[in-house]
């Protein structure tokens, strides 16, 4: 159920609408890619194993995408943000409709045309894949860069916070950072001069006829 909560988070079954988009973006992306990788292996093997894998994958995956693509729409409303997020959030949001227009119409034709293919429409197929895979890289990139780069999704209060605790510093265990080396004692310091000042400055042989310097 969908709940609007007394500080205007949005939550589904519990969750923050926003990291709950977070949580659906990874699976169906790695479904799709590797949706892809099975295709391409197919094309080129024609193993029949590999259409299997590609075909499922695709499935699970396009679905999986509309899923996440409508929490995506839920959660932009629900974020603090200014101005680079909101441009980045933008491309993004167009991008992330193009990579699932390209995936639904992907796995409808294959619905419908699965067993029916021949060599050049698998083949044309397999493109469409392709830029699909391209657009869906280019689509976690920007959404990457809006957490990573300008803390999207983070409440100010949360990174004023983590601000001034990182500003205040920390100690590792077991460091010694600013301790200063232990200073000499005196007399190892004044010993080798003292030594000087009484030593003569040299031996005579033995057997040498008294002398004065």
């Known amino acids: 159920m969908l709940l609007l909560n007394g500080d205007a988070a949005a939550t589904f079954l519990g969750f923050e ?11 169906p992306a790695a479904l799709l890619i590797v949706a892809v990788a099975f295709e391409t292996l197919h094309v080129f093997t024609k193993r029949e ?3 299997y894998a590609s075909f499922w994958t695709l499935m699970a995956g396009a679905i999986g995408a ?14 603090e943000h200014g101005t ?7 491309r993004h949001e ?63 209060d949360v990174m004023e916070h983590e601000i001034q605790n990182r500003g205040a510093g920390h100690e590792h265990e077991g460091a010694e950072a600013g301790v200063a080396p232990a200073a000499l004692p005196d007399s190892t310091v004044d010993a080798p001069a003292a030594a000087s000042d009484t030593a003569p400055d040299h031996v005579d042989p033995p057997g040498a006829p008294p002398h004065t310097h």
């Open 49 to 51: 194993g590999f259409r």
């Open 84 to 90: 680079a997020i909101h441009e980045l959030m933008e």
């Open 94 to 156: 167009t991008l992330a409709f193009i990579t699932l227009g390209v995936f639904v119409v992907l796995a409808g034709w294959r619905l419908l045309r699965e067993r029916k293919m021949g060599t050049l429409e698998r083949r044309v197929a397999l493109i469409l894949a392709l830029v699909g895979a391209g657009v869906l890289y280019t689509t976690g990139k920007l959404g990457g860069e809006m957490v990573f780069q300008h803390a999207a999704g983070i409440s100010t």
């Open 17 to 27: 609408l926003v990291r709950l988009h977070a949580m659906l973006n990874d699976l």
């Open 66 to 79: 509309a899923v996440a693509v409508l929490s995506g729409l839920q959660a932009e409303e629900l974020i």
